[in-house]
């Protein structure tokens, strides 16, 4: 056991001011590191989206590639590896290696162990910050260097093996999506079996989308897709397209557009959604949600000069629906939502 100022030398990373004039996009400029530049999951920086030229790197820190760091502000207390030669700034604590017994991934490995210790030491006046005097004071466990490089080799093991979860993860998710298709294929597929026993009719005939009116109720919640998914507290508005708590409405500008879903609260809604109305007494509404949910993707186009999707309104209403008997939609949502939340516990 050690402190970890007795086997390493820390030194805090500098900033040549103002950075916009020290930056370059020249040739021989100097890989200006930033903490933008690391990849989640990666212990290596082996890119830098921006340079300072050269002269500026003298008010900086220089480090050459297999240089260690740790983040300093922000998400502070994260250990990379520079794959670069390269300049830090303040955001970054240069950690030296000036005994040779210790290997660098090693000393990576361990300090991403110590966040615990990072964050109780942590402090600054807005931004947290490490305090070099507390980590250097750090109790550090220090094996011989044959058992740091078996230890390594542990880990890589256990890292590989962990990677090897996730692909598995992502490609059983993978598998899941494509097979929610192939089940909502069976009932809505142009060629499905039922639409030779049930006559069929456009979106428009069974369901609105609808605008909704101006109001003037004072403060109300102002729903935004993130809002519904829980993303961020809802903002304050005066006046708006005022809906009530468990409204269905659908999102017909954004990534997600075509998903329907239910205001969480009375508030006003953004003009990124529509009212969703359905004719109960033809249709139901799980069963048309299913519906919309195969034809998304059918159903979007890119807004002009604009990469984001909308729905195609038009192609929307024209879009024809088989209409079995309600009970028999009641049965096929039934079915579909079955299989669903098998396929969502296996995923």
Known sequence: MCKF????NILRGASPRPIKEHLTTEAGGIPWIKIGDTKPGEI?????KQKIKKESAKKSVFLTKGSLILSNSMSFGRPYILNIDGCIHDGWLAIEIYNKTIDIEFLQYILQGYMWFFKSTAGGSSVDNLNIDKVKEMPFALPPYNEQKRIIAS??????YINRIKKSKEEISRISAILKIRILETFFDENSSYKSYYPSCAIKDVCKLEKGEISNKGPQPYLEA???RGAREAEQRQSGIFITKGTKVILVDGENSGEIMVAPFDGYMGSTFKIF???LKIIDEDYLSYFILYKKQKLRESKTGSAIPHLNKILFNQYQILIPPLEKQKEIVAQISTLFD???KIA
Do not use: F, H, M, P
């Open 155 to 160: 880990l890589r093991n256990i890292d590989a």
């Open 226 to 228: 993130k809002v519904i």
């Open 44 to 48: 290596y920086i082996n890119q830098t």
């Open 277 to 279: 109305s359905a004719n």
């Open 342 to 344: 098998v396929l969502n």
């Open 5 to 8: 100022g007795e086997i390493v």
